[in-house]
């Protein structure tokens, strides 16, 4: 790794950090600078997931400090998407490093549209039987073990609209996503597909991105941010379905 993919993965990991705490869908930009910087796409896929462990984990940490917790809540959606996560990892990691970066950029335009409408607690959700959100959580568990990138938002946008308070369905939300990476990144280690240096590189910089974003507090600051995802998401598009790079 030369010196300008580092500074590339640290800005662009803070950047991210950002996103994630202010919008959501920050692996939309982390994955492409990790191919940017010369990661193969699989490879990209389980490094990632690194920073997404990390920042997960500091995350409930501040959820606790405000004494916000939602355990209870979460107990439904566990086991279906730890099954689905294992399932989608390893059958993502089956595919060329190619293929992975067209599926990718394919879905990165969906999902930054999903990141622009702004979560909002619906008094009355869905009614749905236990075998409906067990099969759900099943799919979110295979995409986000598989894909991960906008699982935060589909996430929040089901509990948003089954009656959970924003604050509690944003817990649930963290801690669904951590369960999804602690089965996911196992897979990811023992085939190898993880490249460390740039995973400590890019987790230093959410980390210090999800702390500031955390505390971005000018009027239109969350505007900006978002519009800065869409135009940096659109523009490592082009490079992940191979328009150009």
Do not use: C
């Not at 004494?67 to 993502?92: D, K, N």
């Amino acid at each position: 790794m030369v010196w300008w993919e580092a500074v590339l993965l640290f800005v662009g990991g803070g950047a991210a950090g950002v996103v994630n705490a202010m919008a959501g869908g920050g692996s939309s930009l982390t994955v492409p600078l990790l191919v940017l910087a010369g990661v193969p796409g699989n490879f990209a896929n389980g490094t990632n997931r690194i920073g997404i462990f990390v920042s997960n984990g500091t995350t409930i940490w501040s959820f606790h400090r405000q004494g916000v917790t939602a355990y209870r809540e979460a107990l439904p959606f566990l086991l279906p998407v730890v099954i689905g996560s294992l399932i989608g990892s390893i059958a993502i990691s089956q595919v060329t490093d190619r293929t992975f970066e067209t599926i990718f950029g394919v879905l990165i335009l969906p999902i930054i549209l999903l990141s622009l409408k702004e979560p909002k607690a619906v008094p009355e959700g869905p009614n749905l039987s236990k075998t409906a959100i067990f099969i759900l959580f099943l799919f979110i568990g295979i995409y986000a073990g598989a894909i991960q990138m906008g699982v935060g938002l589909v996430l929040l946008a089901f509990l948003t609209r089954s009656g959970l308070p924003l604050m509690k369905a944003n817990f649930v939300k963290v801690l669904v996503t951590l369960a999804v990476t602690m089965t996911a990144l196992p897979v990811f280690i023992v085939q190898g597909k993880v490249r460390w240096w740039p995973a400590i590189i890019l987790t230093v910089g959410l980390s210090i991105g999800g702390w500031l974003g955390a505390r971005i507090a000018v009027r239109g600051g969350e505007r900006v941010i978002r519009v800065f995802m869409v135009i940096a998401a659109i523009g490592l598009t082009g490079r992940l379905v191979g328009l150009y790079g």
